[in-house]
Structures are given as structure tokens and as C-alpha cells.
């Protein structure tokens, strides 16, 4: 997972709780000078809400108050037409034993968009992956982090950060942000086995539209 990509392809606050683990929103956002770029570099991490729902006994349970924390670095400006980097950093992921016995095809949604080219994208780093494989599936502005392997519930892990290389064009702003539009294309998803039925249903996540969410914005000039 260290070479540059480029591919094409096309309830309640309580069981927020009991299937993730999350409760607190938080913001933070700094500034970090690189030794590789002459522009500065921001820094943010940011508390992503959700509209998630989940199946239990065959019926969708809306799940409210799901969010998940970002950490996302890109040039705060940047030349026109020059090329740069951007890391995106999901905070690692916890799903509580009692809901979650184990969980499979990981889904984490990113989109890079604006004036912009995307010339390439890697995966670096996680923690307690064990021999898991994951990839990038791009789809159009989008590029998700996924998994097939099995995770056990209860156990924490860290998925593997973002990397992706980009051009800018020759004005306006380049954005990050999450990714995905709906239930059927998610920002965030997990398929899981109920401990407690032992059905395996999903866990589907996505971004309100009218509440757009924004990582980092990158001035091109």
C-alpha cells in the first residue's frame, strides 16, 4: 500500500451508543508549516453527523446523534496548477460486543472536489488490523477506503490513512470533505452480526445535504 493509484470504478441516541461507542462531538482546528510544501498547511479535525439507520429483526431502526471524527490536512493555498497532497485520518473504530459480534465490508467515504485533478491515491498506516486488506474504489470526486475482512466486535481498530495526490487548477478552491449522498451510497458503512438475533444486517451512514460538511478548503493563487 505504498505506491501511488489511480483507478476508475464506477433506535435512538441510546443504540447510537450501544452499536458504535461515539458520544462526544468535538471541533479543533490548527496550523502546521511542512518541510515539503511552501505554502502553510491546515490541520482540522472535524465531528461528522450523520442520518444513520440500521436493520434489527428485519425492521430499519433510525439510529439519531451518530458522529464520527476526521482529521484531514491540506494547503491552506496553493499555485496554480501546482500539485499537492492531502491525508485524510478517520479516528479509530469501536463497535460495542453486545450489538456487534463481528463486522465486515468496512466502507469510509472521502471527496475531493472544486478545480482539481486527482492524479493518484495510497493507503499508509492503521493499527490492530491484523492481516486485513483494504483498497480505494474511486468513484467519480469520491475515493472509499474499504475492507472485506472481518473485524471482531469490541475490539478497536485504526483503518489505514488516505493519501491522494492532486493538481489544482488554474483558480478558484480545491475541498475536501465526506463522501457518499445516501443510504445507498454512504459516507460510512459496516455490515454486522447482531450478537443478541445473530442476523447479520447493515449499518448505513451518510451526510445530511442540507447540512453540507467541509474538511479543508485550499485557495488556488
Known amino acids: 500500500m505504498n505506491k501511488w493509484t489511480l483507478r476508475t470504478a464506477a433506535v435512538a441516541s441510546v443504540a447510537a451508543v450501544a452499536l458504535t461507542g461515539l458520544t462526544t462531538p468535538s471541533y479543533a482546528q ?5 518541510a515539503q510544501q511552501s505554502t502553510a498547511r491546515t490541520t482540522a479535525t472535524v465531528t461528522v453527523p450523520y442520518i ?3 436493520r434489527i429483526d428485519g425492521v430499519w431502526t433510525a439510529i439519531e446523534g451518530y458522529t464520527r471524527d476526521y482529521t484531514v490536512t491540506a494547503p491552506a493555498t496553493a499555485s496554480p496548477n501546482s500539485v499537492f497532497r492531502v491525508k485524510f485520518d478517520s479516528a479509530p473504530i469501536f463497535a460495542v460486543p453486545a450489538h456487534n459480534e463481528k463486522l465486515t465490508d468496512l466502507r469510509i467515504a472521502y471527496r475531493v472536489s472544486g478545480n482539481v485533478t486527482i492524479l493518484g491515491y495510497r493507503l499508509k498506516g492503521g493499527s490492530n488490523l491484523g492481516g486485513a486488506h483494504f483498497w480505494v ?12 475482512a472481518t473485524f471482531q466486535g469490541g475490539v478497536e481498530f485504526d483503518a489505514p490513512d488516505l493519501v491522494v495526490k492532486v493538481r489544482a487548477g488554474a ?4 475541498t475536501t470533505s465526506p463522501g457518499g449522498s445516501s443510504f445507498a451510497d454512504p459516507a460510512f458503512y459496516w455490515y454486522r452480526k447482531h450478537a443478541v438475533n445473530g442476523q447479520w444486517d447493515p449499518f448505513e451512514n451518510y451526510v445530511d445535504p442540507a447540512s453540507p460538511v467541509t474538511f479543508t478548503t485550499t485557495t488556488i493563487g
Not at 490548527?30 to 511542512?34: D, E, I, N, P
Open 171 to 174: 483558480s478558484g478552491a480545491v
Open 52 to 54: 444513520s439507520r440500521t
Open 137 to 148: 474504489q474511486r468513484n467519480g470526486s469520491d475515493l472509499i477506503v474499504r475492507s472485506n
Open 30 to 34: 490548527t496550523s502546521a508549516t511542512s
